[in-house]
């Protein structure tokens, strides 16, 4: 993308074409952390989902622009091209799990709402202790124990606890997002759709009745589908995907804010301002400055 300088990692230091050839990886946050003074610059990974849980220490971490406080009980979940930092407090640990989407394909094929599910970047809070804490930590555990040995059905083994991992966030994001309806639901389906084409098409700023038109709806239904099923309008789904773009942008690129509109699809830079100040509550100039 024009303006991008976020390097791109298969695991983070390592050149793309040094594939990992597991089904999962599988290593303690101090391993890599450590290494590099217990900071870890921005950049991104095109094909890998990652999921961390830190169970001592702490720090702050930075998603797509966005920071968040880490300490033990934080998880997180990075799907493929989130732009993500760390600055972790000496001695953090836990664990940091790396699947490839071809190693989820059969989560994916016989649960169609986790791809949407584990398609956001997230960062949670379970309590220490708790049973949902206790069932990831030692889901993680058991799969290091695993990934660090070498026994026989090693690949196939890794390939299952890669989907124990990802279901686990599976749930945590349909419990965080009230998403309590079952894949065939015709409005889980709707949003679903619509978010996939979000994606595709917020930089052309598609009005909603095209969006609904596309789809094969009323504007009111799907704008209160997604009420229900996101907890947000319509128009708010778009809008706030405009807004993690615009603030990736901001913080780990050198464009301009003028060229920064010009790529989100906005006519007037002046307009841009407008929109990413009424939603962030700074002007992207004060925003960039400030992160």
Known sequence: MPGRSVPAYWLYGERLTERFPDALHIEPIVARSSLHGWTIQPHMHHDLFQFFLVTAGGGRTRVDGREHALSPGSVLLLPPSTIHEFAFLDDTDGFVASAAATSLKRLFASEPEARALLGSAAVLHVPVGGGHYAGLDATLRLAMSEFAANRPVREFSLGAYADLIAAWFVRAMRGARAVAEPARDARAELVHRFVERVETRFQHHDALTDYARMLGASVPHLSRSCRELLGRSAARVIQDRLMIEARRDLVYTSMSISRISFR????????????????????????RTKT
Request: hydrophobic share 40%; glycine share 8%.
């Open 264 to 287: 989100l699809g906005f006519a007037d830079p002046a307009y841009f301002s407008r929109f990413f100040s009424k939603r962030a509550g700074v002007s992207p100039s004060d925003y």
